[in-house]
T-cell receptor, first 119, second 109 residues
Framework: GAVVSQHPSRVICKSGTSVKIECRSL??????MFWYRQFPKQSLMLMAT?????????EQGVEKDKFLINHASLTLSTLTVTSAHPEDSSFYIC???????????????FGQGTRLTVV | QKEVEQDPGPLSVPEGAIVSLNCTYS??????FMWYRQYSRKGPELLMY????GNKEDGRFTAQVDKSSKYISLFIRDSQPSDSATYLC?????????FGTGTRLTVIP
């Protein structure tokens, strides 16, 4: 399957600082990327959907000024957690939707996830 | 009511057993149905993908969809310890994926 690379895999930061997470589609173009958040033993919660070259669409309850999403190219999207607090500690996962093929644009590939710990 | 319901388990089975994982959904607008496997502290990986009612088989895995009952299943035959993971069902509607909570499966050697 297609490869989505997410970096870093783990990050520990101090409260009040900002953290940037990168998501790259390595061997395909992804016009749409998704950012999820997953708490322990819970499912993935969609935070926002980003389309290349346009503003991200945030889900209800997600602060767009706190979770900045940039989708500058067809292969790169970034999530910046600004002024992080301990309650932002979570597992963040990106997903990129592949274009074309028999399945059209329905197949989503996931990054490895980023474990963020805010101390 | 959540749009996608999945029993979180945990589910423990002996090696070689047949595993049945299930999800129900409430919205008939869901078009595509997926099963993902997620190992601890990793991102989900797509296992199976189907869009119509019926069965789809891939090796030891069989995905089953019953749109009339709004019920999907994943069967794992001859389960192996390496199958131990969390299995998430997911459904696509209007370019958005809706996930179940995931079922944690442990296959005991």
């Amino acid at each position: 399957g297609a490869v989505v690379s997410q970096h870093p895999s783990r990050v520990i930061c101090k409260s009040g600082t900002s953290v940037k997470i990168e998501c790259r589609s390595l061997d395909f173009q992804a016009t749409t990327m998704f950012w999820y958040r997953q708490f322990p033993k819970q499912s993935l919660m969609l935070m926002a959907t980003s389309n290349e070259g346009s503003k991200a669409t945030y889900e209800q309850g997600v602060e767009k000024d706190k979770f900045l999403i940039n989708h500058a190219s067809l292969t790169l999207s970034t999530l910046t957690v600004t002024s992080a607090h301990p309650e932002d500690s979570s597992f963040y996962i990106c997903s990129a939707r592949a274009r074309g093929g028999d399945r059209g644009n329905t197949e989503a590939f996931f990054g490895q996830g980023t474990r963020l710990t805010v101390v | 009511q959540k749009e996608v319901e999945q029993d979180p388990g945990p589910l423990s089975v002996p090696e070689g057993a047949i595993v049945s994982l299930n999800c129900t959904y409430s919205n008939s607008a869901f078009q595509y149905f997926m099963w993902y496997r997620q190992y601890s502290r990793k991102g989900p990986e797509l296992l199976m993908y189907t869009y119509s009612s019926g069965n789809k088989e891939d090796g030891r895995f069989t995905a089953q969809v019953d749109k009339s009952s709004k019920y999907i299943s994943l069967f794992i035959r001859d389960s192996q310890p390496s199958d131990s993971a969390t299995y998430l069902c997911a459904m696509l509607k209007a370019n958005n994926l809706f996930f179940g909570t995931g079922t944690r499966l442990t296959v005991i050697p």
